[in-house]
């Protein structure tokens, strides 16, 4: 009987004992306790993340804007390292293609580029329409593109001078208007470096109105019909990648600051 009055003492010791340490545990003067403030600010960050990967992705589509709480979200993403990050990667995996296919080496070896904000970005542009919560400007952006002062995205202009060794023929196909923004282009372009592209394709007055998808798809159709094979084709938009004859393989770049149909 006293042994089994000695063992309940025990168990009733250790418990307490148990309590003791959980309620300092939790109690320590150095945690500090999860404010309102950063439970929201959490919140607010793991939509924006869905709602980037949504756009990514292309489940979410048609959007004008970027959601107004998600401007230091996607200022962070494109302007502190991880914009770059996924970009640079893309183009490795688009390296590693490139190394494994076998060209016909008869002239007929085609690649495809989109160019805003695949060879040249227009990111200190956005910077000033708040990453993209700003509804989409056409003169501001005209006024923009006219000035010929886009940078070049490092990593594609690395990768369209491994496409020119390679000795494919590389097509630069953009929605930007043939007539207001052709010269501006072709500057910007050379003062970047991507000097020896086959050709510069822009918007004519033929494709105005209709959607990029249609446009793109018309030319790569006829740069098929003049005998070309198109190994790869790479843009920020899923416009840019869809459609007809969009190429052995497409990759479509991060983009999270507009939409374009």
Do not use: H
């Not at 607010?44 to 756009?55: E, G, K, P």
């Not at 372009?189 to 510069?200: H, S, V």
């Amino acid at each position: 009987m006293i042994s089994s009055a000695m063992q309940r003492l025990k168990e009733a010791i250790v418990l307490l004992i148990f309590a003791i340490c959980s309620k300092a545990a939790n109690s320590n003067p150095y945690r500090r306790p999860i404010t309102d403030t950063q439970e929201s600010a959490g919140a607010t960050a793991a939509y924006c993340l869905s709602w980037r990967l949504a756009v990514e992705a292309n489940n979410l589509r048609a959007w004008r804007t970027v959601p107004t709480q998600c401007l230091r979200y996607i200022e962070g993403y494109m302007t502190l390292g991880q914009y770059e990050r996924d970009l640079n990667f893309i183009v490795e995996n688009i390296n590693d293609y490139i190394e494994e296919i076998i060209l016909e080496n008869d002239g007929s070896d085609a690649w495809i580029l989109d160019v805003d904000d695949t060879c040249i970005s227009n990111l200190l542009y956005y910077k000033g329409k708040r990453f993209g919560c700003d509804p989409f400007d056409p003169m501001g952006f005209k006024t923009w593109a006219l000035k010929a002062e886009c940078s070049a995205v490092p990593a594609v202009l690395i990768l369209f001078n491994k496409l020119m060794e390679k000795g494919i023929k590389i097509f630069l196909i953009t929605g930007r208007d043939e007539i207001t923004l052709g010269q501006a282009t072709l500057d910007n372009l050379y003062n970047q470096g991507f000097i020896g592209y086959e050709r510069l394709i822009l918007r004519s007055k033929a494709y105005r109105g209709k959607s990029a998808v249609i446009y793109k798809s018309e030319i790569r159709k006829q740069l098929v019909e003049e005998g070309y094979k198109i190994w790869g084709n790479v843009g920020d938009q899923w416009s840019d990648i869809q459609g007809d004859c969009v190429g052995e393989r497409s990759f479509k770049l991060p983009n999270p600051m507009y939409f374009v149909p």
